[in-house]
């Protein structure tokens, strides 16, 4: 497996306060990871560390296999952040093929950036007349230049709308799939839980947990729902059979360990025709970032 990034121990302090303490963690050639963290857990001072924008104060930092800021690392790693800003008098065709240039590239390359992220359109128009939805995409297209290895993304679908949204995971997918590692901070949880493929997360500069979304819902342990609507006639009938389930409109709701599940499963199946529907409801990725975040008193 090869690593376009891996941190080892690394810890950062800010006039006496630790904003990094012993963080580890990889990302492999083709990965999509999620860092997630309410704001002060360290996402943009790991970011920073990453980009070689700041130093470090331990630990080890491995960016496409050099170090942070260096040549190498410079050349292989794209950062888009949250809020970009470009000059409003410029074209997106005018301000792409500016950054072309400045990496020694061809600049008649602009056009065919801006289409890939779906701006072909609005190339020739000035960057002041662009929504924030755009101006990020725009964001984005200077961030693929150079086919880099590693893509650093800050809050990347902020303004966009959702088939946007849905349209710029489409081209991270793409990009996944070529081979590029991304590791994008997102609060748009929901977002992330189907489109990335493990998921990291800090809390008061701490690594509290890190896996797929599999192996954290195991680490949590938190309960599954079991959503229960009893034949019309039935009610009274599937209720006294689920001991320990409420009732929530319509519906039996039946919260369980997820040893237990099977079993509850087993006696729901056995109810027959007198349960017309059953959904489950396994913990959200939400519901998995406040157990970590909070989990001994963090």
Known sequence: MTLTLKLSRLTKTYQGVQALSDVTLSVAAGERVALLGHNGAGKSTMMKIILGLIPHDSGEVVVTGAAP????????????????????????VEQIAS????????????????????????????IGTYSKGMRQRVGLAQALIGQPKLLVLDEPTSGLDPV?????????????????????SSHALTEVE???????????????????????RRDAAL????????????????????????????????????DDKLAALARIVALGDRVADLEVLPPSLEDIYSHFSHRDGQ
């Open 164 to 184: 946007s949204r849905r349209d710029f995971y489409a081209l991270l997918d793409g990009l996944a799939a070529e081979g590029a590692s991304i590791l994008l």
């Open 99 to 126: 950054y072309l240039r400045l990496r020694g590239e061809d600049p008649s390359k602009a056009a065919s950036l801006l289409d890939r992220v779906g701006l072909h359109a609005a190339g020739r128009r000035r």
């Open 194 to 216: 189907a489109r990335t493929d493990r998921i990291l997360i800090l809390s008061k500069g701490r690594m509290v947990a890190q896996g797929t979304l599999g192996d954290l």
């Open 223 to 258: 309960p599954v729902v079991l959503q229960v609507i009893p034949r019309k006639d039935a009610e009274a009938e599937v209720a006294a059979a689920l001991p320990g389930a409420t009732p929530e409109g319509a519906a039996l709701v039946l919260p369980c360990a997820q």
């Open 69 to 92: 800021g260096s040549a190498v690392a410079r050349q292989n790693v794209a950062y888009l952040p949250e809020n970009v800003a470009f000059h409003p008098a410029l074209t997106g």
